[in-house]
């Protein structure tokens, strides 16, 4: 084209400018891609622009304007979360418009028109390939995403479920319909499979969700068979930039395996403890064999009310099994004796007695005894010694003698 032509064909052009905006405006194939680009009020200028960048790629084809300003227009649309094919369609429907002028400048034998033709035509082609070589990987990567994320939920151990704004569930992993125990978990509203006894919490999440986007607790299900569980559950919802709901999510764990786990947890707890009050109430009277018929007993620690029945409990206990004579108890690991304690010596003594054995209580300190005398504590005739060798000594002792006077009244009959 000279720049006669050129002249001619670009006056030709702005000349039907209004008719064939209009015309854009009226034959539109996809509002939705005008909203993407804040078009309902400004689409006239919009084309406007449009009109006039396909005018300088059919008169300038090798600026690289085109492919700027494709990428451009690309961009925008997918920064607005609408598909950038929209946008294509777009702007092929303003090329077509503008090619359609042409013709028509063709038919009335403008001079360069038929050349200008030629070059929208080739410029419409320039920018299809700069849309697909700028958007056809993105589009490729995000349909990779989207298969991704899919098979992510689908192999997720915790359900997810996704609904419309108003609780209709549009997807439902297999994860959330196994908890649920049914396919119809994937359809219907979120609220179907939520226990009666929880539907005046629903109130609560939807107010929390709505003013902070989520809610975090837990919730009672219950299974199409009719039986129930508890789940931790995370409620949220996806706006818009505008702040508009578009979807309400929930990702749920079933709480029974952590259920079972706790209670398994405290039955061990339990019955550990009831072990070690066990060892513990033998520890609290331990009762050694030092020779025959002399048992030990040595306590340790604090004395008091709930311990000496125990005491005496073992005590009687290993007597009457052993046939003892003597039971040395040594105070020395007593920390404090005083009239409680001694109290309880007393009666541990006396116990004994009535099953035919003596008590030799070892351990006696100087302040222990100053402490017996100050409390006037009558220990009944019991055989007292300051260290446990002194009373080992004394009940062995006197076994030995009960026994050398048996054997002798035996031979004298």
């Given at each position: 084209?000279?720049?006669?032509?050129?002249?001619?064909?670009?006056?030709?052009?702005?000349?039907?400018?209004?008719?064939?905006?209009?015309?854009?405006?009226?034959?539109?194939?996809?509002?939705?891609?005008?909203?993407?680009?804040?078009?309902?009020?400004?689409?006239?200028?919009?084309?406007?622009?449009?009109?006039?960048?396909?005018?300088?790629?059919?008169?300038?084809?090798?600026?690289?304007?085109?492919?700027?300003?494709?990428?451009?227009?690309?961009?925008?649309?997918?920064?607005?979360?609408?598909?950038?094919?929209?946008?294509?369609?777009?702007?092929?429907?303003?090329?077509?418009?503008?090619?359609?002028?042409?013709?028509?400048?063709?038919?009335?034998?403008v001079p360069g028109a038929e050349a200008g033709a030629r070059r929208i035509v080739g410029a419409m082609n320039t920018a299809a390939a700069a849309f697909n070589r700028a958007f056809r990987t993105k589009a490729e990567e995000a349909a990779q995403r989207a298969m991704v994320l899919r098979a992510v939920t689908e192999n997720a151990p915790d359900g997810i479920g996704i609904a419309k704004p108003d609780g209709t569930v549009i997807y439902a992993n297999p994860a959330f319909c196994a908890m649920m125990g049914s396919e119809e978990a994937s359809r219907g509203h979120f609220t179907d499979f939520v226990h009666p006894d929880e539907q005046s919490k629903l109130a609560h999440m939807a107010e929390a969700s709505e003013h902070t986007g989520s809610w975090e607790g837990s919730l009672k299900y219950r299974r199409a068979d009719g039986s129930s569980f508890n789940a931790r559950l995370k409620a949220f919802r996806v706006k818009s930039e505008a702040g508009e709901t578009i979807a309400r999510c929930v990702l749920v764990r079933d709480a029974t395996p952590e259920e079972r786990a706790e209670e398994e947890r405290r039955a061990l707890e339990e019955e550990m403890q009831r072990a070690q009050a066990a060892a513990l109430r033998e520890l609290a009277a331990p009762l050694l064999p030092l020779a025959e018929g002399v048992l030990a007993m040595p306590l340790v620690g604090a004395l008091d009310a709930a311990r000496t029945p125990r005491i005496i409990e073992v005590m009687l206990a290993a007597i009457t099994r052993t046939g003892a004579g003597h039971v040395i108890v040594d105070i020395t690991g007593v920390p404090v004796v005083d009239a409680e304690v001694a109290a309880s010596i007393v009666r541990a003594a006396r116990a004994a007695e009535l099953v035919g054995a003596e008590v030799v209580l070892t351990g006696v300190r100087g302040a222990v005894a100053k402490t017996l005398v100050d409390l006037d504590v009558d220990l009944g005739g019991m055989e007292t010694w300051s260290t446990l060798r002194a009373g080992v000594a004394h009940a062995i002792g006197h076994e030995r003698q009960k026994r050398q006077a048996r054997r002798g009244a035996g031979s004298r009959r």
């Open positions: 084209m000279s720049g006669a032509e050129v002249s001619a064909f670009r006056r030709a052009m702005l000349q039907r400018r209004p008719e064939v905006l209009a015309r854009l405006v009226e034959t539109s194939p996809n509002p939705g891609s005008a909203e993407a680009f804040d078009m309902p009020d400004e689409l006239r200028a919009k084309l406007d622009a449009s009109f006039e960048a396909w005018l300088d790629a059919a008169e300038n084809p090798e600026t690289g304007e085109l492919e700027a300003w494709v990428h451009r227009l690309g961009e925008a649309a997918r920064a607005r979360g609408f598909e950038t094919r929209k946008a294509l369609a777009w702007l092929e429907h303003t090329g077509q418009g503008l090619l359609e002028a042409a013709l028509e400048a063709v038919d009335e034998g």
